[in-house]
């Protein structure tokens, strides 16, 4: 059972480039989400999706796009990299919104110069 | 806003120590709270889920309880092993973020010396 799954496990960018960070699960969990974790300010929501075709901002959505549109896929694009955005992507799923515990995939390590 | 303390943010002890880590939260209307373990370089790991409703949940050597009147949640851990070293983050779903997203400590880093 893979969980899961965040592509790649690191990437550097040069300021203005965009990309995509990929997260798959495959756990059939309704709610998926994004955080952002910088040393001294904890995780940080970006942005979540309570099911297929249905995504919403958390606390920190600017620079950042997402979509869902299968149950199992929610990928995060980065618009025009800036140095701010240097950080750790957790992409984080589970069962139900908020009643049941998160799972996080491992983490992709992005540095923008 | 939400905001979720965890002091100390580090912390040391030799193996065998029974230890409590605390987590304080400013907002009372939870819907629950959650431990997590992070090894470095890795993802969370969901230790343990408590309910708003609840007092404590037990899983092996570890023990949560939550006090939401009082903002205050604690993670015992008993016999503490050197494989216990990591970084502990405690979160809420608090009200009012209608339970969409969690609000994260900073974490207490443990060290637990063979």
């Known amino acids: 059972n893979a969980g899961v799954t965040q592509t790649p496990k690191f990437q550097v960018l040069k300021t203005g480039q965009s990309m995509t960070l990929q997260c798959a699960q495959d756990?059939?969990?309704?709610?998926m989400s994004w955080y952002r974790q910088d040393p001294g300010m904890g995780l940080r929501l970006i942005h979540y999706?309570?099911?297929?075709?249905?995504?919403d901002q958390g606390e920190v959505p600017n620079g950042y796009n997402v979509s869902r549109s299968t149950t199992e896929d929610f990928p995060l694009r980065l618009l025009s990299a800036a140095p701010s955005q240097t950080s750790v992507y957790f992409c984080?799923?589970?069962?139900?919104?908020?009643?049941?515990?998160?799972?996080f995939g491992n983490g992709t390590r992005l540095t923008v110069t | 806003k939400q905001e979720v303390t965890q002091i100390p943010a580090a912390l040391s002890v030799p193996e065998g120590e029974n230890l409590v880590l605390n987590c304080s939260f400013t907002d009372s209307a939870i819907y629950n709270l959650q431990w997590f373990r992070q090894d470095p370089g890795k993802g969370l790991t969901s230790l343990l889920l408590?309910?708003?409703?609840?007092r404590e949940q037990t899983s092996g050597r570890l023990n949560a309880s939550l006090d939401k009147s009082s903002g205050r949640s604690t993670l015992y851990i008993a016999a503490s092993q050197p494989g216990d070293s990591a970084t502990y983050l405690c979160?809420?779903?608090?009200?009012?973020?209608?339970?969409?997203?969690?609000?994260f400590g900073s974490g207490t880093r443990l060290q637990v010396q063979p």
């Open positions: 979160a809420v779903s608090s009200m009012d973020t209608g339970r969409r997203a969690l609000t």
């Open positions: 984080a799923s589970s069962p139900i919104v908020g009643g049941s515990p998160l799972h």
């Open positions: 408590i309910q708003s409703s609840q």
């Open positions: 756990m059939n969990h309704e709610y």
């Open positions: 999706s309570v099911g297929a075709g249905i995504t």
